[in-house]
């Protein structure tokens, strides 16, 4: 095997590509949301440590939990789906 061969699959390689796409990512990328590299990064440190997979997975499900209507401050308006009606209550 040549030693280019080892050297792409060994962990500094990985490394050093996951740092050349951050910085591609980083002069490129307009849109929201999380990064493949920042997402690469986080599953290299998930490998090495055994809490972080539980964090990642902590954060994967609070992201896909969905606000209920009473978790926040009280409504001024009410739309009823089901019944097709909405009352809107404007602020004085």
Do not use: N
């Not at 902590?58 to 978790?71: H, I, P, S, T, V």
């Not at 401050?73 to 009606?85: E, F, N, Q």
Request: hydrophobic share 40%; charged share 30%.
């Amino acid at each position: 095997m040549s030693p280019g061969f080892l050297f792409a699959m060994s962990l500094p390689a990985l490394v050093a590509a996951l740092f050349v796409l951050a910085v591609v990512e980083r002069a490129v990328r307009r849109k929201k949301g999380t990064p493949m590299a920042t997402a690469g990064i986080g599953e290299l440190g998930a490998t090495f440590e055994p809490g972080k997979r539980d964090e990642l997975e902590y954060r994967k499900e609070e992201r896909q939990l969905r606000d209920e209507e009473g978790d926040g401050a009280p409504p001024r308006s009410r739309i009823d789906l089901d019944g097709g009606t909405a009352v809107l209550k404007l602020p004085d």
